[in-house]
């Protein structure tokens, strides 16, 4: 999946490769700069995707109404609940009579990179072992049951091996691996250890984009 961000310029010439990328979804959302207008204007653009198009619900406005699924992030490892619930509730209190409900996803964000733009606005506890990281992942899977565990390194590759110990002691719980993929390699890497792979910074960096997600998208193919 692809994820574009309403702050960041999207160049028609990277929009057009994102969009023969035959990506399976593209999720819109970030941290910073994010307003009701800058995220419609981006909309206009995933409108005509021929994926799934997802909204990150994180401010006031963006539950656009012909979005596929609506994410709802939950910052795991944020000491702070506000993260957990209080900014979600804000952002949706507005707009109860126009959300559609059954698209709606609660989606467990894991942050581990800790100088993202995320990291520090949640504060979230990024230095965690794997017995913690296990923790999260039996609560959200088993007790709560969120449908995605998101992995998110947030601009930095992560660590491979953790991914895969984790995949190892639950191999049922659905895991979303996003943070530094650029190229095939890494990609091939984390699908090997996760349901899905996101790729975002690639999209505003690469000197080649059409190719890297070619690439990208093979490695996880085969």
Known sequence: MVKL???????DARWQAVLRSGADGIIVGGTQDITADNLASLWRRVRDYP????????????????????????????PNAHW???????????????????????????????RSAVAQLTEAQTNMDDEQLAGLVQMSH????????????????????????????????????????????????????????????VVYESADLAQALQEIREAIKN
């Open 51 to 78: 994926g799934q198009r997802i909204v990150e619900v994180t401010v006031e406005g963006c539950t656009i109404l012909d979005a596929d699924q609506y994410w709802v992030p939950m910052v795991l490892n944020a």
């Open 142 to 201: 088993r007790l709560l049951g969120i449908p995605w565990l998101y992995f998110e390194y947030s601009g930095i590759w992560g660590d491979a091996q953790r991914m895969a110990r984790l995949r190892g002691r639950y191999p049922l719980a659905p895991m979303i691996y996003g943070g530094g993929i650029t190229c095939a390699w890494q990609a091939k890497t984390m699908s090997q250890y996760c349901d899905q792979i996101v790729v975002g910074n």
């Open 84 to 114: 957990l619930l209080g900014a979600q509730s804000q952002a949706l209190a507005r707009q109860q009579g126009s959300i559609p409900w059954e698209r709606v996803l609660p989606i467990g964000y894991v942050v581990l990179n800790p």
């Open 5 to 11: 961000d309403p702050g960041r310029e999207l160049e």
